[in-house]
């Protein structure tokens, strides 16, 4: 019978040395995915390290750059904290979507991020919010945009002896605000048949002066949609713009037909959940302007 | 047959705590999973990969190489099954249609079916073992679906199965199992007299049951071949039965135990695992326990036929309907299992119509067998009736509470299945439908309203009951039928009202298959009537016992005695009018020459003749159908094809309410059952035959939220045939809800989608075509 070896450590330096040499070897966070995955025979690993001892994945830091978000932080400190919800309310209602409450208390956006699911919903997210990763292996740190993380389903750009440490999302600059919608057959305990992030900023005329667009569970992964946002910038979110993000969403997606939806539905779900977000994001800046 | 329905109740109609409760919500509760034994091995099932192929070879040897493999099966280890009627399951099947469900024998017919089984020291080794059997096949062609199925050069999934139904019988085997035909009246006639006719074809999906707790159990033999199952499931009788026939052990060696269920709805009606365990319990000396996985529960066990059907309906313009005509098509997996009769002789059984004709032909293909889900069959054909009555209504321009009422059938008439109905409650829950507030509720844009009506038989069958009276007055009830839908709250309820006792003083029980008489398995909605007759006979009989003892101690002829009010009491020298009227009033209090208490009688029981008991069966033949109507309204989203369930209404006649809060459970539960069928529940077979979505992450069933609170009315006409006037209330709820759904979801996006399930991706295909087909007009 195989053994399964786990590891606890307590620094990143050990952690870093239990993965050295180890291509048999998961990261463990909060485990909604991994555990499950092991159960149905997805994944067998030899060795599972935990990384929820290592003081630098468990930790907030919210200041004048942004947050910089630990990897393992569970999704519920995240939705309880008092201040991530108002600056970035798009990417906690996100992370926020993951599973149950239950599921809350160990799920992470680092885990959510590495996973790598084309569907996961924390990832568009934190890319319409510009967030890099932070990445620690055996020659020291290098950090990742996140919509370059993900390499395709079920994989990332990590070696097997590196570790994602720390999310940073930069703080928005003012009249700003994001939203996430996913498209679900029900009205929770479900996976994305498609999602959309969106970032504004709008000026005083309420003229759109940044955005950012990402769209999720419609290629194999997050993808950034820089013709959806240009769309929006320059204009009032009229419905010409809308429009035409709407259908540059629609026109970079790249689904599949599978249990969970087609792809003509996928694309045109998918520009319907832009023009929304898009919406949101909008009468949040306005509500707090 | 006539008898006096009793009106007034002192327990029955009210809503005690029930007796399960506080075990389940604590978790204390006992299922199938829970027995640990000392010494206990875990089995594992070793299933096919492919969906029809020959065993051509099954080889051990590695995974009985392993330390702590003990013991292994195939089909090589159950007696060949003949031709043999296996009396006592759900659906009626022959022993060799359902010995190769619980091991292959030569060909698998469908993937995941069981192949063969090791029996390991821990869960984990077993499942290594299992991987480890290695299992030679010759991989034949697969049909998957009905139509291709059908075709001549399909490939047969048996050779030995000839067409029932048609005459002459047919000479060359087919995988159409059966086709057969019911008529009354002339349905062409009936055709060329109305004024408008609908025509049209509805699919419902194969779906499953659905029910939260997998198939576990654990079986143990001892030296003297005694075999003791312990398992989850609807029929411990039924488990008994079936294993002895399964596995060839005498029945009389088998005893079997039911743990609590966590849900049936049909699906536990018949065993997997239990004569699995069985026969690795023999082999092995120990006791083994198999619980099955979501994945396999999905794969292998009792999913529910789908159903494509056409109907053709025709009425005048005044609603008067001249004919309905029906033609349903089945798909029964791998073995003839479908309910195909049901579905065929009660798709129209609401409506009083003099010309009719149903046709019901059943097909073999390489998917798993199908089993009953409750009400079987009767949800597919209604939800194609029901969508027609109301396209009808509508073309006529009656409004479709109006136009069943106009069509409902009453007292005398009689139905195509040919037995007359006696006093029903069709029209009533009709008018209490009709007079909810709900169906005056306004509708906005994009929300649309259905309306269902339904019918369902309804079983009565055997069963026995045994009441004990312990020293102190308080009772046990014991039956043998798992309770699966609060069951034992009306066990206590019946005997509480026949005895005129206080129900927290019964106390009621499951018990083993040695410990009462032959109960048939809980289904067909016939627990509260036929078990609780039982009981009620049992309490009857008791309540007779009372009498004599406390005429034994009074020393008064047994006619000076009468029960009142859970005492007996003596009314020699004055009318029993008066005495009563002394008990109210308190006079007599408790008087032990005039009065003698439960407690007091059972406290003497052993002066007067011994211990209180009485046991009794029956072969209740007082079963009567039960009506349900629903109201259904949507919003749809017109961008995305979601649908949102804004109010949803269950109006049932229950005959009589015993509880009226596990009656309301059941109506909203078969609601919710029908909602997910009809909005995202389905079988996603890949072309090979393997299941895709074999979990509920993918197999939607609805959550909690994606509901309102489902109102309920229960309507109350009862039961001619039941002393209490009771009807089975389980199964009708989940006959309505198809067609409430796809009628109100019809009506908000302005399609014609009769597809299930109304899945977002096919309800926005439907509302683009729509939209296109009127920009063209």
Redesign the interface.
């Known amino acids: 019978m195989p053994l399964l070896q786990y590891e606890a450590p307590t620094s990143l330096a050990q952690a870093r040395q239990a993965l050295a040499g180890r291509s048999d070897a998961k990261i463990l966070a909060g485990g909604t995915d991994l555990l499950v995955q092991m159960r149905l025979g997805l994944r067998d690993p030899a060795l599972v390290v935990d990384i929820k001892h290592v003081p630098e994945l468990m930790e907030i830091t919210l200041g004048e750059q942004g947050l910089r978000l630990g990897a393992a932080v569970p999704g519920a400190v995240v939705t309880d904290h008092p201040e991530i919800g108002q600056l970035y309310p798009g990417f906690v209602e996100a992370l926020g979507l993951i599973g149950s409450s239950q599921i809350q208390g160990r799920c992470s956006a680092g885990g959510n991020l590495c996973n790598a699911s084309p569907a996961a919903d924390c990832v568009p997210a934190l890319i319409a919010n510009r967030a890099t990763c932070n990445i620690m292996g055996p020659d020291g740190e290098r950090t990742v945009a996140v919509e370059a993380f993900n390499t395709g389903p079920a994989s990332n750009c990590l070696a097997a002896d590196e570790i994602l440490v720390s999310i940073d999302l930069p703080r928005p600059g003012p009249r700003s605000s994001d939203a996430y919608l996913r498209f679900i057959p029900r009205t929770e305990m479900d996976i994305a048949v498609a999602g959309a992030a969106v970032a504004l900023s709008l000026d005083e005329a309420g003229v759109c002066i940044d955005a950012r667009v990402a769209i999720g569970a419609v290629a194999p992964t997050a993808l950034l949609v820089p013709a959806a946002a240009d769309a929006l910038i320059g204009g009032t979110l009229d419905e010409d713009s809308l429009n035409r993000a709407s259908a540059a969403a629609s026109e970079a997606a790249a689904p599949i037909t599978d249990k969970r939806g087609t792809v003509e539905y996928r694309k045109k779900v998918v520009g319907v959940l832009v023009r929304r977000a898009a919406g949101v994001a909008k009468a949040r800046i306005e509500a707090t302007s | 047959m006539s008898i006096n329905i009793q009106t007034d109740f002192k327990t029955v109609g009210t809503r005690p705590i029930r007796p399960d409760g506080p075990d389940k919500v604590t978790g204390r509760a006992k299922y199938g999973a829970d027995l640990n034994l000392s010494g206990m091995l875990y089995g594992h099932i070793v299933r096919s990969p492919h969906a029809h192929a020959v065993i051509k070879s099954i080889d051990f040897s590695a995974a009985l190489a ?1 330390p702590g493999v003990v013991a292994t099966m195939s089909a090589e280890d159950l007696p060949e099954p003949g031709d043999r009627i296996l009396p006592g399951a759900e659906i009626e099947m022959k022993l060799k249609d359902i010995s190769p469900i619980i091991m292959a024998r030569g060909k698998v017919l469908f993937h995941s079916q069981a192949v063969a089984a090791v029996a390991a020291t821990s869960e ?2 077993a499942a ?1 073992a299992a991987k480890r059997v290695v299992v030679e096949y010759e991989v034949l062609p697969h049909v998957l679906d009905v139509h291709a199925a059908m075709a001549d050069d399909a490939p047969l999934v048996h050779d030995d199965v000839f067409t029932q139904g048609i005459d002459p019988a047919p000479t060359r085997p087919s995988n159409l199992s059966a086709d057969f035909e019911m008529a009354k009246g002339d349905i062409e006639a009936g055709f060329a007299e109305a004024d408008l006719v609908i025509e049209r074809t509805y699919n419902v999906p194969m779906c499953h049951q659905g029910y939260i707790e997998p198939h576990a159990c654990v079986a143990r033999s001892d030296e003297n071949g005694k075999i003791e199952i312990w398992c989850c499931t609807q029929g411990p009788f039924m488990v008994r039965n079936m294993t002895a026939e399964i596995t060839g052990i005498d029945l009389g060696k088998i005893k079997v135990t039911a743990s609590e269920i966590g849900g049936g709805f049909g699906g536990k009606t018949t065993v997997y695992v239990e004569p699995v365990a069985t026969i690795l319990a023999c082999k092995s000396g120990r006791p083994v326990k198999i619980v099955m996985s979501r ?1 396999e529960v999905f794969r292998a066990s009792g999913p529910v036929s789908s159903a494509e059907t056409q109907v053709k309906i025709g009425a005048k313009k005044d609603g008067t309907l001249t004919a309905i005509k029906t033609d349903i098509l089945m798909d029964s997996g791998a073995f003839s299992s479908s309910p195909i009769l049901p579905a065929t002789m009660f798709a129209a059984a609401c409506y009083r119509c003099d010309n009719m004709h149903s046709r019901g032909r059943e097909v073999l293909t390489n998917k798993p067998k199908a089993w009953a889900y409750r009400a079987p069959g009767a949800p597919q054909s209604i939800m194609a009736v029901e969508c027609a009555v109301n396209e009808l209504a509508q073309g006529l321009g009656i409004d479709p509470i109006d136009f069943r009422l106009l069509n409902a059938v009453e007292e005398g008439d009689v139905p195509l299945f040919g037995v007359p109905f006696q006093s029903i409650g069709l029209k009533q829950s009709l008018e209490a439908a009709k007079n909810h507030p709900n169906y005056q509720a306004a509708l906005e844009q994009n929300q649309g309203r259905g309306v269902a009506a339904a019918f369902w038989i309804n079983a009565g069958l055997q069963s026995s009951a045994t009441i004990h009276v312990a020293e102190d007055g308080s009772l046990n009830v014991l039956t043998g039928n798992p309770d699966i839908g609060g069951s034992r709250a009306s066990m206590a309820m019946l005997a509480a009202e026949v005895l005129g006792i206080p129900v927290e003083t019964v106390r009621p029980s499951v018990v083993d298959t040695d410990s009462v008489g032959y109960c048939d398995t809980t289904g067909g909605s016939r627990t509260t009537l036929a078990t609780g007759s039982a009981v009620m006979k049992a309490a009857g009989m008791l309540r007779e016992e009372l009498k004599h003892r406390a005429a034994a101690i009074w020393n008064v002829d047994i006619k000076e005695v009468e029960w009142y009010d859970g005492m007996a009491v003596v009314h020699s020298g004055i009318g029993i009018d008066e005495l009563r009227d002394e008990l109210r009033a308190g006079t007599a209090g408790r008087n032990p020459e005039k009065v003698l208490t439960m407690a007091e009688l059972a406290a003497q029981a052993g002066a007067t003749g011994g211990p209180l008991t009485a046991s009794a069966s029956v072969h209740a033949h007082s079963a009567q159908p039960s009506f349900a109507v629903n109201i259904c309204d949507v919003q749809v989203d017109r ?4 649908v949102d369930i804004l109010r949803y209404t269950c109006v049932q006649d229950a005959g009589k309410a015993v509880h009226p809060a596990y009656v309301e459970g059941q109506m909203q539960g078969g609601a919710v059952q029908g909602i997910g069928w009809a ?2 529940e389905e079988y ?1 077979f890949n072309d090979q035959g393997v299941l ?2 074999a979990g509920f ?2 197999y ?1 069933i ?2 909690a ?2 509901l309102p609170m489902i109102d309920t009315v229960i309507v109350e006409v009862p039961n001619p045939l039941h002393p209490f006037g009771v009807r089975g209330v389980g199964e009708v709820p989940i006959c309505p809800p198809m067609p409430a759904v796809a009628t109100a979801v019809n009506r908000a996006a302005g399609t014609q989608l009769y597809d299930l399930p109304l ?3 096919k309800l ?2 439907a509302i683009e075509g729509a939209g296109a087909d009127n920009e063209a007009a």
């Open positions: 392993m984990s080794l290594e994945d961008d995305t094809g979601k909005l995202n996603l895709e979505n992450l993918d939607r609805p959550v939220s994606d899945s977002p991706p926005l295909a």
